[in-house]
């Protein structure tokens, strides 16, 4: 007499070995690892159908969201940029993001004002009073005019990390390889508090 669970048990664990199934209406049909070409394209064809569902609700989603961080085709068209300079004190400086740029916003003290209006410079002299709009306001373009660097903030102006070009409050160049005097954009008073940065 023979014993089914024994036999059962003493089947091959193989895992490409087809496993016979014996349903009760009497059918049988092979299962598990039996090759099947068409099956695996029409799965591997709905969870690519899947993702690509899933990713464009995503999209659909978030869509408003970034709508909303878009600058408005009037700004993109002049390139302007609003700023609300009113938290930074007298004597402080403020790095803002312009064009993917940095611009320095100094509030410069009575002191620096004096000092700069009473200097021309170094090697490229240009009077204080033709970079500034209000003496209290300094505003320049914050890229080393040598090779490219951001000069970093120091008591009397600005020092390029990258080779030593030294500048002055007023964004002149005093020492170092630097041929030029920091940039000074477009740019205009909206009102005492507010800068609008770009061409207009
Ligand atoms: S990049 Fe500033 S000194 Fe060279």
Not at 34 to 60: H, I, N, Q, Y
Not at 109 to 138: C, F, H, Y
Request: a negative charge.
């Amino acid at each position: 007499m023979s014993d089914d669970r024994s036999n059962d048990s003493e089947q091959p664990q193989n895992a490409d070995f087809p496993s016979m199934d014996v349903h009760t209406d009497g059918n049988s049909a092979i299962s598990g690892n039996v090759p099947d070409p068409s099956s695996s394209d029409r799965r591997e064809f709905l969870e690519k159908a899947t993702g690509l569902v899933a990713g464009a609700g995503v999209a659909m989603a978030a869509w408003p969201f970034i709508s909303s961080m878009n600058p408005s085709a009037d700004v993109i068209t002049k390139g302007v940029v609003e700023f609300d300079v009113s938290g930074i004190h007298e004597g402080d400086v403020r790095t803002l993001q312009w064009r993917g740029k940095p611009v320095f916003v100094l509030h410069r003290t009575k002191e620096e004002i004096a000092a700069m209006e009473a200097s021309s410079g170094g090697k490229d002299p240009e009077p204080d009073e033709d970079r500034v709009q209000n003496p209290q306001w300094l505003i320049v373009i914050g890229i080393c005019t040598h090779l490219g660097c951001v000069p970093n903030r120091t008591r009397t102006g600005w020092l390029c990390p990258c080779h030593g070009s030294v500048y002055d409050n007023s964004g002149r160049i005093l020492h170092g390889p630097a041929p030029r005097n920091l940039d000074v954009p477009d740019y205009k008073f909206v009102d005492a508090s507010h800068i609008a940065i770009g061409r207009a």
